[in-house]
Antibody, heavy 121, light 111 residues
Framework: EVQLVESGGGLVQPGGSLRLSCEASGFIFSNYWMSWVRQAPGKGLEWVANVKQDGNEKYYVDSVKGRFTISRDNAKNSLYLQMNSLRVEDTAVYYC??????????????WGQGTLVTVSS | DIVMTQSPLSLPVTLGQPASISCRSSQSLVHSDGNTYLNWYQQRPGQSPRRLIYKVSNRDSGVPDRFSGSGSGTDFTLKISRVEAEDVGVYYCMQGTYWWTFGQGTKVEIK
């Protein structure tokens, strides 16, 4: 059974930093692209970042470029999101998601339970 | 950037009756490889999203056959043939042809 378990969320002041983690199990982690998707309170879903299987390709939504860094450790079956220079508008539940990214199948097929990040003074 | 527009945003339905959600993209979702990467997700209250449909009309494993997806180009539809109580939640379309963008969501509730 595929499982994705996020951790690291919490309350942080504007301008602060936070590092999210996602531990994966139930599948061969190194075979998949991985992603972070967020959901502001009471709002819809927004893709944040993707990282390729080997960690050498990374993509970000424009609003987080230069502030967030996605990374992975395949030996630990773990995905990370380093968030710097946080803004109030970054407040959201952050989901770790497995990304299908092959011809014929493109989309997030498994999601974690999410971790809440609150940016407030 | 591709904009995904869903309608309606709120959908009260009677148990056992059909329901239909529309999703329109600001440009064609046909990829250069010939595929159309349009997915549908269900988010039940207090839960994470769950994918129901991929590539317009393909149901994910374990998804009841009362859910069906259709459409092409820029216009897509998710249909629930007979709504059950467990179908309450918010439904999102998402395109994966040009990066990844979601619709605003459609809240399905029981009348």
């Amino acid at each position: 059974e595929v499982q994705l378990v996020e951790s690291g969320g919490g309350l942080v002041q504007p301008g602060g930093s936070l590092r999210l983690s996602c531990e994966a199990s139930g599948f061969i982690f190194s075979n998949y692209w991985m992603s972070w998707v967020r959901q502001a309170p009471g709002k819809g879903l927004e893709w944040v970042a993707n990282v390729k299987q080997d960690g050498n390709e990374k993509y970000y939504v424009d609003s987080v470029k230069g502030r967030f860094t996605i990374s992975r450790d395949n030996a630990k079956n773990s995905l990370y999101l380093q968030m710097n220079s946080l803004r109030v508008e970054d407040t959201a539940v952050y989901y770790c998601a497995r990304l299908e990214y092959i011809t014929g199948r493109r989309g997030f097929d498994y999601w974690g339970q999410g971790t809440l990040v609150t940016v407030s003074s | 950037d591709i904009v995904m527009t869903q309608s309606p945003l709120s959908l009260p339905v009677t148990l056992g009756q059909p329901a239909s959600i529309s999703c329109r993209s600001s440009q064609s979702l046909v990829h250069s490889d010939g595929n159309t990467y349009l997915n549908w997700y269900q988010q039940r209250p207090g839960q994470s999203p769950r994918r129901l449909i991929y590539k317009v009309s393909n149901r994910d494993s374990g998804v009841p056959d009362r859910f069906s997806g259709s459409g092409s180009g820029t216009d897509f539809t998710l249909k629930i043939s007979r709504v059950e109580a467990e179908d309450v939640g918010v439904y999102y379309c998402m395109q994966g042809t040009y990066w990844w963008t979601f619709g605003q969501g459609t809240k399905v509730e029981i009348k």
